[in-house]
């Protein structure tokens, strides 16, 4: 910050001092003032001033109006300024009366302001009698120039629905940086910008030093362009932009889970449940980790805070008729259909599974053990062994899961959505459960939540 001391103004003459080795003006305008500037502060994008309002009613203060004036420097400054206190004309000047007067004392701070530009101001106060009009000594400033310095962006921990990105921005003031909004830009598209991107803005007071987020919900398989932007205030009410350099990274391929177990009909199973696609630890750079959910027959991701509610996740239900109180029909079959979350999210052969699907796993694969998981000590890993050998192993898709022993009853299962709706004759929803099985498929489309176990079906139809 840039930053003007003024003692005292009388009489035309300003006994002022100044650091950065810079001046400050001498007023402009020749005659007493009530108001006194006592300090400006400027950075490239604002200017904070001090002052006192001597001699000026307090009901003038209450139901009037004070602030800042101020423009770009002219060389009439002097007459411009002392127009405005004989005919209360503002055009051609900006106005700041944002702030609240203590007292006598005025601070106000100025933002979006042209970066290396001068400027002229004063305060200035207008009484609840719009004739009564008081400015204090005019003075100038010059803006900082506006020139941070935006790394390139390093991507770490690339999977299939998320990464971790990292940069840096240096050489921006902390007053700039707390008007300017900051963050990482992702798009598809090359060259992105704040028109064809997502924008993912940081948390007030973020360290610029080295600033990290967890990208989560990307799509696999696909190529994706990042960069840093930073979007500031200007005069205009419009925000202005700069970006740093632009980089390319790449979603795993979801294909890559895809586990061939020996099974008689092909289908391979998913080694990640969707809803269930981060890795531990459950907590990075101080991000939660957080879970997500589909409803049966829904097209996207559910998400919520709240605890269990059946109102609540009848009624953000996708399927849910208000006006009758029911769920539309969309059929007891959804798998591979336009319902089919897995497929919507996923396509190519990727759907959700059926019971047949279920049944075939647990007849033909060893389903009942489990084992520690080295990334987290307080959790359990479900192994589903092949005929062929091959292995599957499922980690914990919520607090339900291989957090205890197979004996443990639910607290041994792996919970999933099937495509097909069906309920036993108990009113349970789920097809399979059993004393050292781990499976157990859920599906309730008014009530119900889950992850989703997807799988890989060689006869569905090329896209």
């Not at 770009?72 to 051609?92: P, V």
């Not at 192994?383 to 192993?393: D, E, M, Q, S, Y």
């Not at 349970?428 to 099985?437: A, D, E, Q, R």
Request: with cysteine; proline share 5%.
């Amino acid at each position: 910050m840039k930053r003007i001391i003024v003692t005292c103004c009388f009489a035309g003459t300003l006994l002022a001092a100044a650091s950065c080795g810079e001046k400050p003006t001498d007023p402009v305008v020749e005659e007493s003032y009530n108001i006194t500037v006592n300090s400006a502060d400027w950075t490239a994008l604002t200017a904070t001033i001090s002052g006192v309002f001597n001699g000026i009613e307090k009901t003038d203060l209450v139901f009037g109006r004070y602030g800042v004036l101020y423009r770009e420097k002219s060389d009439d400054d002097g007459n411009i300024f002392k127009s405005w206190k004989e005919t209360g004309d503002y055009s051609g000047f900006l106005v700041f009366d944002g702030a609240k007067i203590s007292g006598l004392s005025y601070t106000g701070t100025v933002t979006g302001l042209k970066p290396d530009t001068e400027y002229s101001f004063c305060l200035f106060s207008q009484g609840r009698d719009s004739a009564k009009r008081e400015i204090s000594a005019v003075q100038t400033f010059r803006t900082k120039p506006f020139a941070p310095v935006i790394s390139e962006v390093s991507m770490e921990n690339i999977r299939y629905f998320d990464a971790v990105a990292k940069g840096s921005i240096k050489s921006i003031d902390d007053t700039d940086a707390g008007i300017c909004e900051i963050g990482f830009l992702l798009s598809e598209s090359e060259d992105c910008n704040m028109t064809n991107s997502t924008a993912y803005p940081f948390e007030a007071g973020a360290d610029l030093k080295s600033p990290s987020f967890w990208l989560m919900q990307l799509d696999p398989a696909t190529t994706m362009h990042i960069r840093i932007y930073i979007s500031y205030p200007t005069p205009s009410g419009q925000n202005a932009y700069a970006y740093g350099p632009e980089v390319t990274f790449s979603t795993r391929d979801f294909n890559e889970t895809a586990v061939d177990l020996g099974l008689p009909s092909g289908i391979r199973w998913s080694s990640i449940m969707l809803g269930d696609e981060q890795p531990f630890p459950k907590y990075y750079n101080g991000v939660s980790f957080q879970y997500s959910y589909f409803q049966w027959g829904a097209s996207a991701r559910f998400h919520t805070s709240k605890a269990y509610d059946e109102d609540y996740i009848r009624t953000h239900y996708e399927h849910w008729d208000a006006a009758s109180s029911s769920c539309r029909d969309i059929g007891t079959e959804i798998s591979g259909t336009e319902y089919d979350v897995v497929h919507i999210m996923l396509g190519g052969k990727w759907r959700m599974p059926s019971k047949a699907d279920v049944e075939e796993l647990i007849a033909n694969c060893n389903v009942s053990e489990i084992e520690k998981d080295s990334n987290n000590g307080s959790a359990y890993l479900g192994i589903i062994k092949g005929p062929n050998g091959n292995v599957v192993k499922m980690h914990p898709n919520s607090a339900h899961l291989w957090c205890g022993t197979a004996a443990d009853n639910d607290n041994a299962y792996v919970f999933t959505y099937s495509g097909e709706f069906y309920r036993d004759a108990d009113g349970h929803t789920y097809y399979y459960k059993s004393g050292t099985g781990c499976i157990k498929i859920v599906t309730d489309p008014k009530y119900g939540y889950e992850q989703i176990w997807p799988v890989w079906d060689p006869t569905m139809p090329d896209e």
